[in-house]
């Protein structure tokens, strides 16, 4: 659905109402007819076996990636509307096997925004059970009788991924400093991860603004 408003203050309004956890808030820029890929995802390690020539067993790891993954196309039409195509994928770890079992859930669509309107993407759903055991220390553990000193309850947990995603037009102006670096920090890493730690963040932050003001200082004469 399409909604006026910042995405701010939208996810303000959610959060008063249900309980809320942001994964990611990437930005991303692009050109008109492009494709930006979007994730925010970690990687499960687990171990394989494979046989040798030789008739023995050799152990390595392989990788099952979970998370949210969005690919997005933004196409600016003559009327100066944003022609949006999404592609939405949620990867969930289930359980603890070996290999991970991984749950998916994908969604698509296309809408026409007008510049800076805010469109949510919900209907990702899933639903998760858990059973917790309550007993009586060592009472508990007791066979056959040890059943009488301890509960087991189903514990049911619903969850949904909802997507905001707000386009802008850049209409030419130029562009700060900092939002250069930025645009060209995207541009050579077109796949974004989760946000990184805030103290790193301030020190790549401090180190850009600290080579854009020197190559600004003009040396002065006595």
């Known amino acids: 659905s399409i909604i006026s408003g910042t995405i701010r203050n939208v996810v303000h309004l959610i959060q008063e109402k249900r309980d809320v956890e942001i994964l990611a808030s990437p930005r991303v820029m692009m050109v008109s007819g492009e494709t930006a890929n979007i994730?925010?995802?970690d990687e499960i390690p687990y171990q394989e076996l494979s046989s040798t020539a030789q008739g023995g067993e050799l152990t390595y790891y392989e990788f099952k990636l979970v998370g949210v993954k969005l690919?997005?196309?933004a196409?600016?039409?003559?009327?100066n509307d944003i022609l949006l195509t999404v592609d939405a994928e949620q990867n969930v770890q289930v359980g603890t096997t070996t290999p991970?079992?991984?749950?998916t859930r994908k969604a698509k669509t296309s809408l026409l925004l007008k510049d800076g309107e805010v469109?949510?993407?919900?209907?990702?759903r899933r639903q998760e059970k858990t059973k917790e055991v309550d007993q009586i220390p060592i009472l508990g553990d007791l066979p056959i009788i040890g059943e009488l000193f301890k509960s087991t309850n189903t514990v049911v947990k619903n969850s949904e991924l909802i997507v905001f995603l707000s386009p802008h037009i850049y209409k030419g102006?130029?562009?700060p400093k900092e939002q250069m670096?930025?645009?060209?920090?995207?541009?050579?890493?077109?796949?974004?991860?989760?946000?990184?730690d805030k103290e790193e963040e301030k020190k790549e932050k401090e180190k850009k603004n600290g080579w854009f003001g020197q190559s600004d200082?003009?040396?002065?004469?006595?």
């Open 71 to 73: 690919q997005v196309t």
């Open 173 to 175: 102006e130029p562009l």
């Open 217 to 222: 200082k003009q040396p002065q004469g006595k």
């Open 75 to 79: 196409t600016l039409t003559d009327g």
């Open 100 to 103: 991970p079992r991984v749950d």
């Open 119 to 124: 469109v949510v993407l919900g209907g990702l």
């Open 39 to 41: 994730e925010a995802v």
């Open 181 to 196: 670096a930025k645009f060209k920090e995207i541009s050579e890493r077109p796949i974004l991860s989760l946000p990184k």
